[in-house]
């Protein structure tokens, strides 16, 4: 099933979620989808139940002023594990801004060139990742994996102890065929055996992803009656 994700003034998005993906909402009138979900995990926070709205509506608010369109869990299988693994998505889109250092937006022309440049940029600041240059169907993109780590604060564990979880993350860089936006996708989990089910599963929806006009352009086309 596609999913849609667009707002008035920027362009929309449409991809295919992966099988049994678990959005949060992050638009102001879907104050009932955020009960709803907070609903469900109410059983699981313990002493912190009572605090649990307020928490996933502010992240949720959080993330929507991010420019992040779809946030949320989803599982994969994988053959030496016993049970699924749990990976994070994220899709977001942005303005290729014209003033910045090396112009991007100049080069929306020539996607290929544009992307050459990303890949650079990605490893000047990350120079241990494994950056590659892809075609999807929406074009040429970038994708980033990186093996790095998370800090979990002491209050926020179950043990009240502190952890360092390992985090394997595949970032999508994918300039819009205009080129005047880029879409920003990462998927990552905290389970290295099951980095090459999760990057599988991401390069689907990557490759499902469709950039829409803008409810704005879409009025100003449509004929007035």
Partial sequence: MAMTMQRTHEPGLLLTPPPGFVGLPLRADEQDSIEALTGKLAPHAGERAEELPRYVTWFAH??????????????????????????????????????????LAALGSNRDVAVARLRQQYLARQPHADARIIRLAMGPAMVAVTAGEYRLPSDLAQNGRAAVL??????????????????????????????????????????????????????????SA
């Avoid at 970032?171 to 205009?178: A, H, K, L």
């Avoid at 880029?182 to 689907?204: F, G, N, P, Y």
Wanted: hydrophobic share 50%.
């Fill in 62 to 103: 959080l993330l929507a002023e991010e420019n992040i369109r779809l946030y949320g869990r989803f599982a994969v299988d994988v053959d030496a594990l016993d049970e699924p693994v749990l990976a994070d998505l994220a899709v977001a889109i942005a303005s290729l801004n014209t003033t910045c250092e090396d112009n």
């Fill in 166 to 223: 390992p985090r394997i993350t595949a970032e999508f860089q994918i300039p819009t065929p205009d080129g005047a936006h880029i879409v920003l996708m990462t998927v990552s989990t905290a389970i290295e055996a099951a980095c090459q089910a999760v990057l599988t599963a991401a390069m689907r929806v990557a490759n499902s992803i469709r950039v829409t006009r803008s409810q704005r352009d879409a009025a100003a086309a449509t004929p």
